[in-house]
């Protein structure tokens, strides 16, 4: 009994079995079919956007193609215009510069010629001077060229001024001989040696004869027209022209006297 039971439902699970795999292949082949549509279906729509992006693609690369075309021809057009006007000034800058040479070289002849005449009547000046008289007493005044200035060194004012003036030999005659020790710094005539045409601004250079004599070891005599005198300060510094020591430097300071009622 039991046996024809069990070889009952066997024979009943296989049935169930088979219909279940029928079953389960009908399904897979119906879900395989249907995969197979909706991944055509997507492969269609993939290659319709595809194709669609494609041409966007395109017609935005012709468009910038196009406005990178514009924009470059607009710089060049725009280049070549301040290229011309850039070649206009220099061209213009180069004129005004040439025009202003040509005036600076007139200019320049103009004083040269100037100087030249002016050296020519300093020449013709001094070959005039009577050799009977003494130079430095000359009337006319020796007129330096344009932009020479008077600067003579320690040994140019001993050996060719200084030794001219006492030998009578001086050419130009406008370094004065003065009263230095009577004079006080207000009196110097310092504006008279024409410090713009000769030498430095405030500077000036004049002869003067020796005071010898002294109230003490360095204060000189005092001047009877101002309260004050010239006094000495420091030692003598020697002016060595080689190893031969031929004049000796000299500084003074001017003292106020006080004066009491």
């Not at 699970?13 to 055509?40: A, F, I, M, P």
């Not at 330096?144 to 003579?152: D, G, I, K, M």
């Not at 101002?226 to 006094?231: A, E």
């Not at 022209?241 to 009622?261: D, H, M, Q, S, T």
Request: one cysteine or more; charged letters at 35%; aromatic letters at 10%.
């Amino acid at each position: 009994m039991d046996v024809k039971v069990y070889e009952s439902n066997l024979k009943k699970t296989r049935h169930e079995d088979g219909e279940n795999l029928q079953l389960d292949v009908e399904v897979y082949e119906s879900n395989l079919k249907k995969t197979r549509h909706e991944d055509e279906a997507n492969l269609q729509l993939v290659a319709k956007v595809y194709k669609s992006n494609l041409k966007k693609t395109r017609e935005e690369d012709e468009e910038n193609l196009q406005l990178v075309v514009e924009i470059y021809e607009s710089n060049l057009k725009k280049t070549r215009h301040e290229d011309e006007e850039n070649l206009q000034l220099v061209a213009e800058v180069y004129e005004f510069n040439l025009e202003k040479t040509r005036e600076d070289a007139e200019v320049y002849e103009f004083n040269l010629e100037k100087t030249r005449e002016e050296d020519e009547e300093n020449l013709q000046l001094v070959a005039e001077v009577d050799d009977d008289d003494e130079p430095s007493t000359m009337n006319k005044e020796f007129i330096l060229p344009h932009s020479y200035r008077f600067n003579p060194t320690a040994i140019e004012l001993l050996e060719h001024y200084l030794i001219n003036k006492i030998l009578r030999q001086l050419v130009w005659n406008s370094i004065r001989e003065i009263d230095f020790y009577q004079c006080d710094p207000e009196q110097l005539p310092i504006r008279e040696f024409n410090a713009i045409k000769y030498g430095r601004e405030g500077e000036a250079y004049f002869f003067t004869r020796e005071e010898q004599k002294y109230l003490d070891g360095s204060r000189l005599s005092r001047s009877p027209f101002s309260n004050g005198y010239w006094k000495r300060c420091g030692r003598e510094v020697p002016i060595h022209n080689g190893n031969e020591i031929i004049g000796f430097k000299r500084r003074f300071v001017w003292e106020e006297e006080l004066c009491f009622n």
